[in-house]
């Protein structure tokens, strides 16, 4: 492993950012494998995201995460966007350049990925269909992932219809629109279920759905990781399903992002699980 000894700076993006766990998680990789660097808290409001981004190589930076609401409208000042980050049309990493231009990726999908088989060994995307709850950019990055796995069917449900059924058809490879209605129906013979919307997120409703027809050894996952366990993983851990929030995420689409700005593939410790856990 080799470690880039010069003193490195990278930061998250964001406007608000003040709510964001990645500087609690980068830093402490930073002080696990003593790497000479930083990683900071950037607050930028969209009107100033051009400037932020020329002043990310001016003032040396390796890159940057990017969060809301700067997905999207980092997009057209990048010199390079990988192909999975162009299918989902957002980007969560830039990476500077050694000529100072900016590079786009977009790790979400693949850490989501990861974070299945790392409490399921044997998950498969071509293990049975899968069910999408929601359809923004939480989802667009789950589903491009699935499909890189080799997801066969996919039910993508969502409260406004169209919006499924725009985005099963720009995505294809077996996504079908189902509508908000008939989510508990969509359960049945489904090997895997994943909650991209905010319901049962700190400040919002619980997700009213009924899991009856979803079989016993389905795996039931929720992007969402405050509070760590969801009305909907409560349900389904109660009725002995392998369940997983979204703190797997997070952590895992950190690794190649932190990999890239500081020489290191940093490990998912325990220590670091606690970390963060003691920010909730």
């Not at 964001?14 to 900071?40: C, D, F, K, M, T």
């Not at 000529?99 to 979400?108: H, R, V």
């Amino acid at each position: 492993m080799t470690v880039n000894r010069d003193f490195g700076l990278a930061g998250v993006l964001g406007w608000p950012v003040a709510h964001s766990r990645s500087p609690v998680l980068h830093n402490y990789w930073i002080a696990e494998y003593g790497v000479a660097g930083r990683y900071l808290p950037l607050a930028v409001p969209p009107d100033e995201l051009a400037a932020a981004l020329k002043g990310l190589v001016a003032l040396g930076f390796r890159g940057c995460n990017v969060t809301t609401p700067h997905k999207q409208a980092v997009l057209p000042f990048l010199a390079e966007v990988e192909p999975m980050a162009r299918r989902i049309g957002a980007v969560n990493t830039v990476v500077v350049r050694a000529d100072g231009t900016l590079a786009g990726f977009n790790n979400d999908g693949r850490g989501f990925v990861q974070s299945l088989r790392d409490e399921a060994p044997g998950w498969r995307a071509d293990g049975g269909p899968i069910v999408v709850l929601g359809a923004g950019g939480a989802a667009r990055a789950v589903l491009a992932a699935l499909q890189e796995e080799g997801a066969r069917e996919i039910r993508l449900v969502n409260r406004t219809f169209e919006t499924a059924q725009a985005l099963a058809t720009e995505f294809g490879g077996g996504i079908v629109a189902e509508r908000w209605e008939r989510r508990d129906e969509a359960l049945a013979g489904a090997s895997t279920l994943v909650n991209c919307t905010n319901q049962g997120m700190v400040g919002h409703p619980p997700l009213a759905i009924a899991l009856d027809a979803l079989p016993c050894a389905a795996l039931v996952a929720d992007l969402i990781y405050t509070p760590p366990a969801t009305p909907l993983l409560a349900a389904a851990k109660s009725r002995g399903h392998v369940v997983v929030n979204g703190l797997g995420l997070l952590l895992n689409q950190a690794r190649p992002a932190f990999e890239a700005w500081f020489g290191v593939a940093p490990a998912i410790s325990p220590g670091l699980r606690r970390a963060i856990a003691a920010t909730f």
